[in-house]
């Protein structure tokens, strides 16, 4: 038991003090298990929408389910690609930069960067509270939210949502009835928000391990540049004591 502990502090070092494995595990998250979550979201919502302001006889319960589905797959999507693209662009631009040095290159990638994955952040998440809101209410039921909630409470909640919408306690057995729901679109949504926040919690975990605790608390942002400046001054300093040497012996003959 203490082996398999001693393992799992020093992968978690590992993690926090090795900047390729949190690129792996980043990248993982985002490949492995974010694209196929989005890619799934706007398949079924697509297959499942009617036109806006069109009753959708899928989810009488909530009609513009699908379009959460569709607007979040999509969106979310585009801005991880984005995000991609805004690393690969700033690398390119501290790598082949003549206007400054290689330390403020190094700042403006990581200040960039960080820029647009807070903003990034705040979004996701506030799409993400939205949406679960929309979705789970459903799932809960209007009695159980009063009881947990209070109505005064529940009110001032759904004011500041702008939902003014019927809640009903959905089911998935009568296509007639106002709080029918396709099973496999509402399960689709709840599965995949859920599987959302378990993603989202992953990825904060990991931007606040890389950016904040390793970059800025650690000091360890330009390390590389610092150590490689150092090592080229050492270098020049030897060769210049070797020089003069060289002149001091040769005076000396």
């Known amino acids: 038991m203490g082996f398999q502990c001693s393992n799992c502090g ?20 985002l490949y ?21 302001g069109e009753d959708n006889p ?5 009609p513009n389910m699908p379009w959460f589905l569709v607007t979040g797959g999509g969106g979310i999507a585009f801005l ?21 040095d290689d330390v403020a290159g190094c700042f403006c990638e990581f200040g960039c960067n960080l ?33 947990i909630l209070g109505k005064e409470g529940l009110d001032t909640f759904r004011a500041s949502l702008g939902d003014n919408d019927t809640i009903h306690h959905v089911q998935f057995t009568d296509p007639q009835s106002s709080n029918y729901c396709d099973h496999l679109l509402y ?25 904040i605790f390793n970059k800025l608390v650690c000091c360890r942002l330009c390390s590389s540049i610092t150590h490689k ?13 070797s020089n003069s040497n060289e002149m001091n012996i040769s005076s000396a003959i």
């Not at 492995?32 to 806006?52: E, H, N, Q, R, Y």
């Not at 899928?58 to 909530?62: L, Q, S, T, V, W």
């Not at 984005?82 to 400054?100: A, D, L």
Request: net charge neutral; with cysteine; aromatic share 8%.
């Open 80 to 100: 991880l690609l984005v995000r991609i693209v805004v690393n690969k662009v700033m690398r390119c631009v501290k790598n082949n930069q003549q206007c400054c």
């Open 115 to 147: 820029i647009y994955d807070i903003m990034v952040m705040v979004m996701i998440v506030m799409w993400m509270i939205t949406v679960t809101w929309w979705v789970f209410r459903h799932m809960i039921g209007p009695d159980r939210l009063h009881s």
């Open 32 to 52: 492995v298990v974010g694209f196929p979550i989005l890619t799934l979201m706007v398949v079924v919502g697509a297959l499942k929408a009617s036109p806006p």
């Open 10 to 29: 020093k992968k978690l070092e590992g993690f926090l003090t090795d900047r390729e494995q949190r690129k792996v595990w980043g990248m993982g998250i």
């Open 58 to 62: 899928n989810c009488p319960a909530e």
């Open 187 to 211: 399960m689709v949504a709840f599965v995949l928000l859920s599987l959302g926040w378990i993603v989202l919690i992953v990825a904060l975990f990991v931007f606040i391990a890389d950016k």
């Open 229 to 241: 400046d150092t090592s080229e001054d050492d270098e020049e300093q030897i060769r210049l004591h």
